[in-house]
């Protein structure tokens, strides 16, 4: 079985806004047997940065054309402590909601994670933002660099 390690991170601009932000992922894949790294990054509208955060783990693991032993490396304590901690286990017990019947938020994108997560073996790392690890500020570049190019394209900036 390939060992992947994957950095990813989400953002957004204008997070306390329904409307009118954006948001961004970047990526780095790390095939470190055959010493291939891939990058990608996409810019989306009207967006949360938690979404960005999930749709960056969801997207990456979508590249993967067979089932693969993963290290996802986050800064994201959202995404990683609801592996890391059970979290999300205890939702998919409850039928997808949060505990007193609260309605969990981004549901369809933790389900989709979820089924993504079971093709693979999937290991989560926290990792601390903005604290030098060099593929965290890779994939920080990548983002903010698809926020500016999508902003300019729209004639934003």
Known sequence: ????????????????????NIGAIGIVLIYEAKGHIKEYSEAFENTTNNKMELIAVIKALQ?????????????????????????????????????KGEELKNRELWQLLDILCARHDVTFEKVKGHSGDHYNERCDTLLNEAMDAHLKQQGGA
Request: net charge positive.
């Open 63 to 99: 590249m993967l054309k067979e089932p693969c032993k993963v290290t996802i490396y986050s800064d994201s304590a959202y995404v990683v402590n609801a592996f890391e901690k059970g979290w999300l286990m205890q939702w998919k017990k409850a039928g997808w909601y949060r505990p």
């Open 1 to 20: 079985m390939k060992e992947i390690k994957i950095y990813t991170d989400g953002g957004c601009r204008g997070n306390d806004s329904e409307t009118d």
